[in-house]
């Protein structure tokens, strides 16, 4: 696991680890290596024996750091897609009280008044900064970034900053509680939370983009392990406790055979590293 104890990845990862020790009979536990961006997860887990007995709680960071860091200590090459989890959507929201009452509104004013309007994220590069970047990218608009370590949320909230993409577990509690307006979900699919909000797609914004969460094996594991490691996590993702742990954290429940998370990583890395590449954003 690439990020520390307590976060909604790391719980649904010792929900796995659980579920995987009482399907395969095999002690599983969750060892955390956050830090750098998740590159010193990575790291262990690309350089840890291709016998199965390692596997990599993935996240976005797995396809997106490779467009954004001039050098690492590892590549997606390294590792064997077992299941795609869940996806992690985000919102576009503005404060209750601000004037924009449709995306098109505020990049069109994001258009005509260039670098005024701001937007917050997580820091360069992070999945919200990228994500934000496609719909600034398609429509031509121009806002100013600020990053933040917490997100800037509370300054959203405080009037400091104009709009911000977040992911829906931070953004609608806020929306429920009629603190802001939600403008956009980053969906294939309307939100069922908020099946009133348009999808980037409706909108014209560009392609669906999501935080995901994935397992993967060591490259070079034995087909035979993959196989069983597979099965055992398809079971775990067609149950009605996974899904519903999932949906406590305002996720999308996945599943699905490795042939498919690996076609879905190719098409996720091309959609990610042409935003990245337009923008020209490289991190030392």
């Given at each position: 696991m690439t990020l520390p104890a307590g976060t909604s990845a790391d719980t649904m990862a010792r929900f796995i680890a659980e579920k995987?020790?009482?399907?395969?009979g095999q002690a599983v536990w969750v060892d955390n290596r956050p830090g750098a961006?998740?590159?010193i997860g990575y790291?262990?887990?690309a350089t840890a024996p291709a016998d199965g007995y390692t596997l990599l709680y993935g996240l976005l960071s797995v396809i997106l750091n490779p467009h954004l860091f001039k050098t690492l200590s590892f590549k997606p090459s390294d590792f064997t897609p077992i299941i795609h989890l869940l996806d992690?959507?985000?919102?576009?929201?503005?404060?209750a009280d601000s004037p924009y009452r449709t995306v098109q509104e505020l990049m069109q004013a994001a258009k005509a008044n260039p670098d005024k309007l701001t937007y917050p994220s997580y820091g360069l590069g992070s999945a919200n900064h990228v994500a934000m970047l496609q719909m600034l990218q398609v429509t031509d608009a121009k806002m100013i970034h600020v990053p933040y370590k917490d997100g800037g949320l509370n300054d959203l909230l405080g009037g400091r900053i104009d709009c911000s993409l977040d992911v829906t577990a931070t953004t609608i509690p806020h929306i429920t509680s009629g603190a802001l307006r939600p403008l956009v979900v980053s969906t294939r699919q309307r939100l069922e939370e908020l099946p009133d909000v348009p999808t980037f797609e409706e909108a014209r914004l560009g392609v669906p983009l999501y935080s995901w969460n994935g397992i993967f094996a060591r490259a070079g594991t034995p087909p035979e392990i993959t196989t069983r490691l597979s099965s055992a996590l398809q079971?775990?993702?067609s149950r009605a406790?996974?899904?519903k742990k999932v949906k406590e954290f305002l996720q999308i429940p996945r599943g699905g055979?490795?042939?498919?998370?690996?076609?879905f990583l190719k098409q996720d890395s091309d959609n990610w590293g042409r935003i990245v590449a337009k923008a020209g954003i490289q991190i030392e």
């Open positions: 995987l020790h009482a399907g395969l961006s998740s590159n790291q262990a887990a992690v959507p985000f919102v576009l929201v503005v404060r079971t775990i993702a406790d996974f899904r055979t490795p042939e498919e998370f690996a076609a």
